[in-house]
């Protein structure tokens, strides 16, 4: 049986005029990396907020080691929080920042100083005890951070976005630390995010956050190859959306019809039935490109389409060429071969694509929860 | 001292303390006096612009005050001045703030003799007249009978009026208890050191007497106040102040102390370098009319130093004045200048008044 | 040769812009100071002679009454200074963390309300409301918790609260505006990681609000000792209040030169005390400067 070290029971906070969480019920491995991926106001840090103590409810129960916390002040949980700003006390040295929470707790100085300086030890940042904040860079702030919370070892660490206030290359090497960190430490961590590269990276679990519900639950896998809902296919990841008409039903098949007269095929998500309004969702890298229907090389038989180049977007190993549909004139996005092969096509160049319809899928509209 | 810092200072202390007092403006058709509250009823200025033509400026003060703005200016910035006849000479001496009357262009025969023979004794320097009587009176006990029958200022001191009195913390005070202790202090005037010792001993009475001073009062409407609330049952007031209590409540008498009332005679004084000295001399005259000056006097509420004036006189000021002081002006003590330095002492000894518990 | 005009004519402009207040500061602070200087090292002679000595300075140091009336107004300065600082602090928060917009506009201008009038009119009004036929006394009596009136005025305690009122103000602004800059997110992360109240206004909220609070005592400090009119009328006979000495000493006693004297003691005073003040908290002059 699992252990779970956060679980949410049909909670619930509604601010004047719109409900930020709603009635969200789940469940958080001991020792797992669990992520809330949303779009800013999806209420990601009203829950968090909820789950550290600085939110009341105004339903439901949050269970943390499992105990009850309602009521509990945020001081009296078992949680810590990294602050999306990390919230270092600029008027402290660095060991006193991390030995602020033992402080609280009546740790001798003594033992408060040795304990912090394993954890600064242990973090990466041995003998920086006596350094202002203001005089560390941003990683090792981000460090600290997370050392001031861990040393108190707690059941569960909430992390705030602690990431975004960081350049890209930082952004990049400190994910890798994160989950290196969570790894080392066994500590249950809750992260929430908007950044879908973030949560998938570094979870093992993550949860994709709307409207204060959340669209799925799953591994960053499972999210990826399988959105439960257009709303979890639309946000992970980048995709191609074609809207249109069921025009007909083949089994696990669909087609649909756009607007435009482009006619495509993809596999049904629940059920559909022909004249339903539904989306297509199409990932750039299960498309192929060729300059010809034989450089597409198909495994088994698929529909061909064709378009023309509108342009060119090289991002090194997440190149893709944009596409114009040629009688729909839909946009089309399609990954670039790892090869290089295609690193010289040209703006308005005729291209053909193709895609196998089973890795393609369809959602009826306003079936967004299957 | 070089006369170019001297200067600097007037200009600044100028500046700092002559608030109120356009020092810029000394245009011939502007009369600057500085004087006490009531002194410049305003009607009578009125009719003086009227007949003149010019404009009449008022500043209010006290004499430390007056002296002490005239000093910083070294006696610029007013026309005419209005200290007490006894706070002419030592300032004078001292500061050179006044400038001489020339009598030829007062009429002194409207001015009250003895009056005047009191003020040439008083502020006489080098021969020269530096002032001439305006208002005078003279200062007593101001008692609500309804409370208490006391009839001499160590009467204030009485254990059952324990912070029921007031005193103004000045050299009055001194003076007065001085006398209520059988001590002539203007006889010591000349000897620095008696009159030490018998300040000191002065001073020990108030400090003894401290727990009675509600407070030091330091303007008249705080006195006033205070025996109307109820707040105070006697103090040491002028009569102006206590005939006016009288007239609203005939509980409260102005009675002329058993030591004697001290008398004080206020003047006219030139500052050294006012402006519009012709303008000065103008309202001297015209405030010497007597149907004028028997305005100005029951503005006040005291007597006129110009003849003739008392026979206007307003009838119920002279009933008071007769009930207060049965024997007439007898009793009366005047104050005799006060030689430099002596104010050093009395302030040492107020001060420490001030500071006993 | 075009460089070097070109910093030459931004010097003179510099020259110009500073030049008001280089006037008013050698004018009006630096002269008058230099002057004092120079009347408090003379003693009287004779009538209208001076010469130089050190007779002023001496005089403070023998008598003790000027010395007992200078220790004291410190101390009651110090403690007016600390119950402005008790005070101001909720208040402050108040706008700062707790309210937005209009309110906290509000509740700045009811802090305001008391400079609407001046000084004087402020004073008396305490007067009126504080003497034994005022309205407090009375209302103490109609509500039965005193038997008599009693007299409210003249005393120490009345003075710190003129004093404190009057000098709220100038507390309650420089604690906003450091309160104000404080993240809210570091209160949480405190409370967060086992801070409580008490914990997280120590380690946090006045660490990081002391430039802001050394910034306001030292104005207050300074505005309380130099105050003139409230402590005297509200402290009556017993007031005994520095400010006023010099005052005596200047208009009703002409003696500039002890005046000028007390008046460098005061001004050492005061800075002794600031710096002072500057040391224990740890602060640098510049960082405090900035805040008020």
């Known amino acids: ?370 | ?357 | 040769m075009a460089k070097a005009t070109a910093s030459a004519s931004q010097r003179l402009i510099l020259w110009l812009l500073l030049a008001p207040a280089l006037l008013w500061l050698f004018g009006l602070i630096l002269l008058p100071h230099l002057d004092l200087a120079l009347l408090s090292l003379r003693e009287r002679t004779g009538p209208g002679e001076y010469a130089f000595g050190l007779a002023q300075y001496r005089t403070f140091f023998t008598e003790p009454l000027y010395w007992d009336v200078f220790v004291r107004t410190a101390t009651i300065s110090l403690i007016a200074t600390a119950l402005t600082l008790l005070l101001a602090f909720p208040i402050a928060w108040t706008i700062a963390k707790l309210t937005r917009g209009r309110l906290s506009t509000l509740l700045f201008a009811v802090c305001l309300i008391p400079f609407w009038v001046s000084e004087t009119v402020r004073t008396l009004g305490w007067m009126i409301l504080l003497r034994e036929t005022g309205v407090i006394p009375g209302l103490l009596v109609t509500l039965g918790i005193t038997e008599v009136p009693i007299e409210m005025l003249y005393r120490d305690p009345t003075i710190l609260v003129g004093l404190v009122y009057t000098s709220l103000l100038f507390m309650v602004v420089p604690l906003y505006g450091s309160l104000e800059s404080l993240d809210d997110s570091l209160i949480e992360a405190a409370y967060d990681l086992g801070g409580n109240g008490w914990t997280v206004l120590r380690t946090v909220v006045i660490p990081h609000a002391s430039p802001g609070i050394t910034a306001g005592c030292i104005v207050v400090f300074m505005l309380t000792l130099g105050n003139y009119l409230t402590a005297s009328l509200l402290g009556g006979k017993n007031s005994l209040w520095f400010t006023e000495q010099i005052y005596t000493q200047f208009i009703t006693r002409f003696n500039w030169e002890q005046g000028a004297a007390f008046g460098f003691l005061l001004l050492l005073l005061s800075s002794v005390m600031v710096w002072t003040g500057l040391r224990l908290s740890g602060q640098r002059f510049s960082d405090v400067m900035s805040r008020t």
């Open chain 2, 1 to 357: 001292m070089t006369r170019w810092s001297v200067a600097l200072r007037a200009a600044l202390w100028a500046g700092l303390l002559s608030c109120g007092a356009s020092i810029a403006n000394a245009a011939g058709g502007t009369l600057r006096i500085i004087t006490w509250a009531d002194y410049v009823p305003a009607d009578v200025a009125a009719q003086f612009t009227k007949e003149t033509g010019i404009k009449v400026e008022v500043a209010l003060s006290n004499n430390e005050e007056l002296i002490s703005k005239l000093r910083a200016t070294r006696g610029a910035g007013f026309d005419l001045a209005q200290p007490s006849q006894d706070r002419i000479l030592g300032p004078q001496q001292e500061f050179g703030i006044y400038k001489p009357i020339d009598l030829a262009k007062v009429q002194v025969d409207r001015i009250q003799p003895d009056l005047l023979a009191t003020v040439r004794r008083n502020a006489t320097i080098g021969g020269r007249l530096y002032a001439l009587p305006y208002v005078w009176g003279a200062e007593g006990l101001v008692v609500n009978t309804k409370r208490t029958q006391i009839n001499d200022y160590l009467d204030l001191c009485h254990a059952d009026l324990r912070s029921r009195t007031s005193v103004r913390l000045r050299r009055p005070t001194l003076m007065a208890f001085a006398f209520a202790m059988d001590k002539d202090p203007f006889a010591l005037y000349g000897d620095t050191k008696a009159y030490t010792a018998l300040m000191e001993q002065v001073g020990a009475r108030l400090i003894a007497c401290k727990a009675n001073f509600r407070f030091f009062f330091d303007n008249r409407d705080q006195l006033l106040n205070g025996m109307r609330s109820g707040e105070l049952h006697a103090a040491m007031m002028w009569d102006s102040g206590g005939w006016r209590l009288n007239r609203e409540n005939p509980d409260i008498k102005f009675i002329a102390p058993k030591s004697g009332a001290l008398g004080w005679l206020d003047t006219y004084a030139l500052p050294a370098r006012g402006k519009n000295e012709a303008a000065a001399y103008a309202w001297i005259n015209f405030t010497l009319r007597p149907e004028i000056a028997a305005r100005i006097a029951k503005a006040i509420g005291n007597f006129s130093a110009a003849k003739g004036a008392d026979q206007l006189t307003d009838p119920v000021l002279r009933a008071q004045f007769a009930a207060s002081f049965p024997e007439g002006f007898k009793s009366v003590r005047w104050y005799p200048a006060i030689p430099p330095g002596l104010e050093e002492i009395e302030g040492r000894i107020l001060d420490r008044v001030k500071a006993a518990k």
């Open chain 1, 1 to 370: 049986m699992t252990t779970f070290d956060l679980e949410a029971k049909a909670l619930s906070k509604r601010f004047a005029t719109h409900t930020a969480v709603d009635a969200l019920s789940f469940g958080v491995e001991r020792g797992s990396f669990f992520s809330i991926l949303g779009p800013s106001g999806c209420g990601k840090t009203t829950l968090l907020r909820m789950v550290a103590g600085f939110i009341e409810p105004d339903g439901g129960d949050v269970e943390i080691g499992g105990r009850s916390m309602c009521g509990v002040p945020p001081n009296r949980r078992p949680v810590n929080m990294v602050f999306q700003q990390l919230a270092l006390f600029p008027m402290m040295s660095v060991g006193e920042n991390v030995a602020y929470g033992l402080a609280r707790r009546g740790v001798a100085r003594a033992d408060r100083e040795r304990k912090a300086a394993e954890m600064l030890d242990r973090v990466g940042l041995p003998g920086l005890a006596a350094k202002r904040v203001d005089q560390l860079s941003g990683g090792q702030r981000q460090r600290v951070a997370i050392a001031r919370s861990l040393v108190l070892k707690p059941t569960l660490l909430l992390l705030d976005e602690p990431l975004g206030a960081l350049d890209l290359k930082l952004r990049e090497r400190m994910k890798i630390e994160l989950k290196q960190l969570q790894a080392a430490f066994g500590t249950t961590f809750v992260y929430i995010t908007h950044d879908q590269s973030e949560a998938l990276v570094l979870s093992d679990r993550v949860a994709v956050m709307n409207s204060g519900r959340f669209e799925q639950v799953g591994t960053p896998q499972e999210l990826y190859y399988s959105p439960a809902t257009p709303f979890v296919a639309g946000f992970v990841g980048a995709n191609n959306r074609i809207d249109g008409q069921v025009s007909a039903i083949d089994g696990d098949l669909v087609e649909i019809r756009s607007a435009a007269g482009w006619t495509v095929k993809a596999r049904r998500h629940g059920t559909l039935k022909p004249g339903d309004a539904a989306t297509i969702f199409v990932r750039p890298e299960v498309a192929v490109l060729g300059r010809s229907t034989a450089d597409l090389a198909l495994a088994e038989p698929a529909a061909v389409h064709q378009g023309t180049v509108e342009s060119l977007l090289f991002d090194g190993a997440n190149s893709a060429v944009l596409l114009r549909e040629q009688a729909s004139r839909c946009e089309f996005r399609v990954a670039l071969p790892q090869t290089g092969r295609y690193a010289d096509l040209k703006v308005n160049e005729p291209v053909f694509f193709s895609f196998a319809a089973d890795r393609a899928v369809c959602f009826g509209v306003g079936s967004s929860h299957g």
